[in-house]
């Protein structure tokens, strides 16, 4: 089971040590395993957020989402993406950009870093509304029922995840505002950015996010109309839906795994400015995310252990407060890893705890039958 479903994330790790110590020796190969870990530190929230959303999705988008969706997340974020960055900052062609980040590695990466506070506002809003749209959405099972209940109740409130975001969006512009009057008005640009970058994640948000709900509500209609009736049309219909459903749910889970790689290709600008080994080790990372996150599908992880999806939405919030802070203080990716994995490692020792509550409790009345 494990070398089925992590035997191409084993293969892309040999062939990407292998490339890494032929591109610039063994130092390189270092390099490389390093961002790697980097990389499955930072998102393994990711890998737990997918895999509540893959769950709902059949076997052919499934694959899907491990062929094309590999692909976008490898080569689209991890290389492309730094790239089109720069080339859009510094209103230069995608040949010069790349040209840049080969040949004057420290250039680039100064363009990378000066793209970052939009980077940051529009990961951070994007990443936010999804922590705000579960914590304030009423579950039946609640992981720290002291702070979801009151949320829960808030939650009632139309539109009150939107607004809280937008309140939060002002507050960090206005702080950049007020920082660049301090600064004799160097930044007073910045301030513009960081607004209409987070205008666009929250839009983004709002109309993928959106469409994907409208669809698979649609679907579950289908299904229930097709339980009471058998006739053909129905279920032409249905399995129509189920196509748009999936496809929007795909391209959610790509905007979701976007938000979540901008924090690791900002990140390994700490380690390497080399293009070629920051694409080789973050795009090592992202095929076990992928990986895990089919893993946890096929296993049946989250309907076991309960917590854990609340655990990845809590690191979620946590790294949407980190990006937005990051846009004017540098906070160490190690703190922003450990967070998300102690948040899950806590949500799972929660949900055994739970699971052996349950077993005791079923034990009981068997126990006074045979007595």
Not at 85 to 104: F, Q, T, W
Not at 153 to 181: N, R, W
Not at 286 to 297: D, E, G, I, K, P
Request: a negative charge.
């Amino acid at each position: 089971m494990i070398l089925k479903t992590f035997g191409w994330s084993f293969a892309v790790t040999a062939l990407g040590l292998t490339a890494a110590v032929f591109y610039d020796g063994w130092t390189a190969l270092g390099v490389v395993a390093i961002l790697a870990i980097l990389e499955i530190s930072l998102s393994f929230d990711n890998a737990v957020v997918n895999a509540g959303i893959l769950k709902k999705m059949n076997a052919f988008w499934q694959k899907i989402f491990l062929t094309v969706g590999v692909l976008i997340a490898v080569f689209g974020m991890r290389l492309v993406f730094p790239v089109v960055i720069v080339a859009v900052s510094a209103r230069m062609g995608p040949v010069e950009a790349v040209d840049l980040a080969l040949n004057n590695k420290d250039r680039y990466q100064q363009l990378v870093t000066d793209a970052h506070p939009s980077i940051a506002a529009f990961g951070g809003m994007f990443l936010l509304m999804i922590f705000l749209d579960f914590i304030f959405e009423d579950r039946d099972i609640k992981w720290l029922g002291w702070l979801e209940r009151p949320l829960a109740k808030l939650g009632k409130i139309d539109m009150l995840s939107v607004c809280i975001a937008l309140i939060v969006l002002l507050a960090t512009a206005f702080t950049f505002a007020t920082h660049a009057h301090q600064h004799g008005g160097t930044h007073v640009d910045k301030a513009e950015t960081v607004l209409i970058s987070g205008v666009a994640g929250l839009v983004t948000y709002l109309v993928v996010g959106g469409l994907s709900s409208f669809f698979e509500n649609r679907l579950d209609e289908e299904e229930e109309e097709e339980e009471e009736t058998e006739r053909t049309g129905k279920q032409q219909s249905a399995v129509l839906l189920a196509g748009r459903a999936a496809f929007f749910m795909f391209l959610y889970l790509e905007v979701l795994d976007a938000s979540f790689s901008f924090d690791g290709v900002i990140g390994a600008f700490a380690i390497t400015n080399d293009i070629v080994l920051m694409a080789l080790g973050l795009g090592t990372g992202a095929m076990y995310v992928r990986s895990l996150t089919v893993y946890l599908v096929r296993q049946g992880t989250l309907d076991d252990y309960v917590y854990l999806e609340h655990g990845a939405h809590y690191a979620i919030g946590a790294l949407a407060v980190i990006l937005m802070v990051t846009i004017q203080y540098q906070i160490n990716e190690i703190i922003t890893g450990l967070l998300g994995v102690v948040l899950i490692t806590w949500s799972f020792i929660s949900s055994v705890r739970r699971n052996r509550a349950l077993a005791a409790e079923e034990e009981r009345p068997l126990e006074r039958v045979s007595s």
